[in-house]
């Protein structure tokens, strides 16, 4: 890879995705919010929908969190409570459970998509596309775990993409040189998951951000119900 197109992908393409996904999903919200939704298709079909969708949001929250939390916490911060090969081996032990959960899910959610003709028929050309780009993902991720195992004992690709990640908010202007050097399988991950935000604010993901997590922390109650 020329140095830049990697300058461009792993420097300018992150921001750009990120400002996309951020001023995209608020215009929507505030113009557009009829189509603010999942566009449940489960009065078409059930079974398949229940045990894909099931498999499918367990692995992806999990793969979220972990994500979230693997990328954006500081080396001196993690390295009080673990070292960064175990840290490593719990990614790789973790993200591996979550991911095939996930991709067993995504996997019965695309058959039932594209093989039930009453739900391909009321899919638009994107809802398709999202689930093939979420399946590509999934794959580069899953196959990063065996490039990770190789030099399991050497967690430099992983203190490097959290450099980058944390880098991306600190403004670092050196941003790409911290993966620069990687296989093109992570870069390959890195830069499908900036397209995949690029382009959330036009598609039905954006029914993420109407999850009702107040819900969660609601005061507990109690139905008392009265003979008569």
Known sequence: MSLFLNKFMFLYYPYIALAIFFCGSIYRY????????????????????FWGS??????????????????MTPKFLYSMIISPEKKQLV??????????????????????RLFFTRIYTT?????????????IQLTLGLLSIFISYQHIDNPASMIAFAN????????????????????????????????ILLIFPFTRLVHIFSFPYLY?????????????
Do not use: P
């Open 30 to 49: 505030e113009y557009d919010q009829y189509s603010w939704k999942s566009s449940s298709s489960q009065i078409l079909e059930k079974k398949l929908l």
């Open 54 to 71: 099931n498999f499918f949001h367990f692995g992806i929250i999990f793969l979220m969190a972990g994500h979230f939390v693997g990328l």
């Open 91 to 112: 990614a790789m032990s973790a993200g591996g459970v979550a991911g095939i959960a996930c991709l067993i899910g995504l996997v019965i959610l695309i058959y039932r």
């Open 123 to 135: 899919s638009s050309k994107l809802d398709i596309l999202v689930l093939l780009l979420l399946f």
């Open 164 to 195: 980058w990640t944390q880098g991306i908010f600190l403004f670092s202007k050196d941003l790409h040189l911290y993966v620069i050097n990687e296989h093109w399988v992570f870069k390959s991950h890195l830069f499908l998951g900036m397209t």
């Open 216 to 228: 969660l922390l609601r005061d507990g109650y109690q139905i008392v119900r009265n003979a008569k």
